[in-house]
């Protein structure tokens, strides 16, 4: 027992010594570099409360020490000042026998300002005060703090967190309850039961989505937490969510019924029968020709008037099976075998065709289908008012043609509206905007047609171009707001400002009949929110990497800034050696193009040092990647800590500059924007010495993954060291969409051109490989490929296979320790 202890204590120890970095001090740095730093900076944004509808408003700040400050805001006179006087409250408090606690620690409950008088209102430890600011006078009032209406739409998912608030639940049932946090992604998360009559004060926060539910395990109501703290008082009278009553309130209504109440569609072996219902009539079969791998089925568009209606035939695809195994299961001894449903770039796809029928004649009017012959998907079907017609977009296979048809429902004529051809691929994932606008006349598209993501006006009623509503060298990253009253969209955009990083996110307001474009923010920084103030004002808030976050009131119709609302202070981030990131540009592989990154540097930096470099990688087409926003810890941040500096890139082929940048990655994932990146470590070189660029390294998960190993298969010359987690080492291997997305359909010689596993033999340097058993995201067998193609090209590599373990399994506490010792070994090592 002695000599195993012995050797386990050298196993442990051994990796520290072998090498000058990686002590335990190192060690302990990186894990808690989170821990340090992450609570020395306080409120990072506001939450403004408006007085009445012409903009007054007031909002509150709260320090580390819980001192809380509020203030009042008047934009037409740009002024802001405290809200009220916190020793005038305190004495008054004092006369009135309240908590005697300094009044800028108190929680001020349910604060609100009356828009007419100017009164305050609020409630202190259940108590309800009122105060009159001039003269002052503060007196206690009758009224009972307000409850949280419950919600009666459920979201999916709780996805905007706001504010820090409290939410106190006072079960009045008479069975006991149990309350549930739905998460970020959509998971009923357990906070356990309140027994009858009992209350539960719960932390959460603003936006935050909460369901209650009965002793029988049924949904009783629903919450969303504001930014207030709250009452939720669950009794027998609260209303349950609409989708549930909805279903409980129409459980006879038959599906598939016609506008008018007449018809029920019914899909029976894979055919379509019709039933008259007002008056009754047998059912009638109208399609003969429909199979189990040729069948109709889903849901039935009808026309306004009931005079057609769309039903889709489904073709069925190859329906390819994956198969996993999980080795040790946590309820069995022996390994589970799991199947999935997953198909690949090549596969035959399951397609879906519209099939147009008269209800007149009780047959299909035949589709000209040489418009929409080959789908990917054919989706956002939707009939004109007057039931002349109906349209839908179609995304052909391969990812080459986008287009709006337009079917004639008299004759089943297809035409095109608009339509979008590309030589490389068209990003309909990201940069798909198809919008009707009111009375179907026209509708508003998203096009690259001119080398920059824009929008354009169609011409709903005979399709072609109206106008091109923006341009420039820039990018609409969303359309965040229709107001079609006032002919206005608000806009949220890259690269509107020439001088600025092109990341960076502002917002601008678009007038749909004269095309001006409104430039609202211009900070130097990335704007995350938008909140309208009245009619005239917005208050959103910015950041950068290295600027923490500055809350900004500005005019909504010119953009100027008003006032700084709010400035979120580092100083004790910074006190405590928080390393500030350090943002760089230099040029890419074409000697004009900028290509943006970020330095990250270890808390202990040593100017007179020099530092392995280990670069970060994540060359997904779908987005751009190096962080633009502040924040104060990341695994990247914590990896310097063992003596490294840490890089992270956005090179050619990634997403949101112009469209040329972006078709780098076309037919081509193995660039992955390398000799931009390498320019870019060379060029940072020069002006940050203390970068050893001997000594690189290289990780990534996923298509990081996949990026990382080929650095070593490409470019061995400049990288020494590349840790891949679960990569799409070959995109034949991977799901179809992802992979067709950017190497295209049908598969052809660049995707073996691509492939890591292919092309295996010729890495230098050292590799780790790491994958989950049961990765659902990545096929984990193309990792056993590549591994398996480098046994037989004799290279020596090093391969963690993670028991149970999913998509991102590199990043698990024991994927990730051996990283770091990974690249310790083989970077810091003489």
Known sequence: MMRSFAFLFLFIVVPSLAWAQGTPEDFERAASFDKRFRNLVQQETIDPQPIGNQGNFWFKTSDDKNIKS????????????????????RKSLLQLKAPTEPTNKLDLEQLKVDKTSGKLSFFLQGQAYEATIKPWELKKISKEMEVLAPIQTIPKTSTIQGAETNLTFENKLP????????????????????????????????????????SMGKLHSAYKAQAEKAIVRITKNSPAPQQQKNQESKPNKPTNTSPDGNWQ?????????????????????????????????????????????VAFKSTQGDGRIINLIE????????????????????????????????????????????????????????????????????NQR????????????????????????????????????????????????????????????????????????????????????????????????????????????HFAMLNLE???????????????????????????????????????LRNLKTGALIMTLHTTDDSKLKAAGWPTPT?????????????????????????????????????????????????????????TELGFIVVQIDGMGTNWRSKSFHDVCWKNLADAGF????????????????????????????????????????????????????????????????????MGWPVDASYEKSSNTVHAGKIQGKLLLTVGELDRNVDPATTMQVADALIKAKKDFDLIVIPGGGHGSGESPYAHRKRQEFFLKHLWEK
């Open 675 to 742: 000799p931009d990146r390498i320019l870019w470590m060379k060029a940072a070189g020069k002006i940050f010495p203390q970068m050893n660029l001997e000594k690189v390294g290289i990780y990534g998960g996923s298509a990081g993954g996949q990026n990382a190993m080929r650095a070593l298969i490409d470019h061995g010359d400049f990288y020494k060291a590349a840790a891949a987690d679960c990569g799409c080492h070959d995109n034949r291997m991977d799901k179809v969409w992802w992979n067709e997305l950017w």
């Open 583 to 639: 943002p760089f540009t230099a040029k890419g592989r074409d000697g004009k193009t900028d290509i943006f990154g970020v330095v990250l540097k270890p808390s202990n930096f040593d100017p007179n040092k020099k530092y392995p470099v280990i670069e970060q990688i994540y060359a997904g087409p779908h987005d751009f990647h190096v962080p633009k926003d502040f924040r104060i810890s990341s695994r990247a941040q914590a990896m």
């Open 398 to 505: 391969g990812h080459q043609v986008l287009r709006v048809v337009a079917i004639n429902s008299k004759s089943g004529a297809a035409s095109t509206l608009i339509e979008e051809i590309s030589k490389t691929f068209i990003d309909y994932n990201h940069k798909t905007y198809f919008h009707w606008l009111k009375d179907d006349a026209d509708f508003i598209w998203m096009s690259e047609r001119d080398g920059w993501n824009h929008l354009i006006l169609i011409d709903g009623a005979k399709g072609g171009i109206k106008k091109q509503l923006t341009k420039g060298q820039w990018v609409v990253r969303n359309v965040e707001r229709i107001d079609e009253d006032k002919n206005q969209i608000l806009l949220k955009v890259l690269g509107i400002h020439a001088k600025m990083d092109p990341y960076f996110s």
């Open 327 to 394: 080795s040790s299961p946590k309820d069995q001894l022996q390994p589970r075998l799991i199947s999935l449903n997953y198909d690949k770039p090549g596969d035959k796809l399951d397609q879906h065709f519209p099939h147009l029928f008269s209800i007149k004649t009780m047959k299909e009017i035949p589709l000209d289908k040489s418009l929409f012959n080959n789908p990917w998907s054919i989706n956002n079907l939707r009939w004109k008012a007057d039931s002349s017609r109906f349209t839908f977009l179609y």
């Open 265 to 309: 569609i019914i899909f029976r072996d894979s055919n379509i029968f019709i039933k008259g219902l007002n008056p009754t009539k047998d059912e009638i079969k109208i399609t003969a020709d429909g199979s189990a791998k040729n069948g109709y089925k889903g849901t039935i568009h009808w026309a306004p008037d009931s005079s057609a209606f």
């Open 175 to 214: 069975e006991s309850i149990e309350i549930f946090w739905l998460s970020s992604v959509g998971v009923k998360v357990s906070y356990g039961k309140i027994k009858p009559g009992e209350k539960r004060s719960q932390h959460t926060f603003e936006h935050h989505i909460w369901l209650i539910q009965d």
């Open 70 to 89: 509020f203030f009042l805001v008047n934009p037409s006179k740009k002024e802001k000042a405290p809200l009220f006087d916190h020793d005038l409250l």
């Open 514 to 552: 004269t095309n001006q474009l409104i430039k609202l923010t211009d900070s130097q920084g990335t704007h995350r929110n938008f909140l309208p103030i009245g009619p005239d004002y917005f208050v959103t808030t910015w950041s950068r990497i290295d600027q923490a976050p500055i809350t900004e």
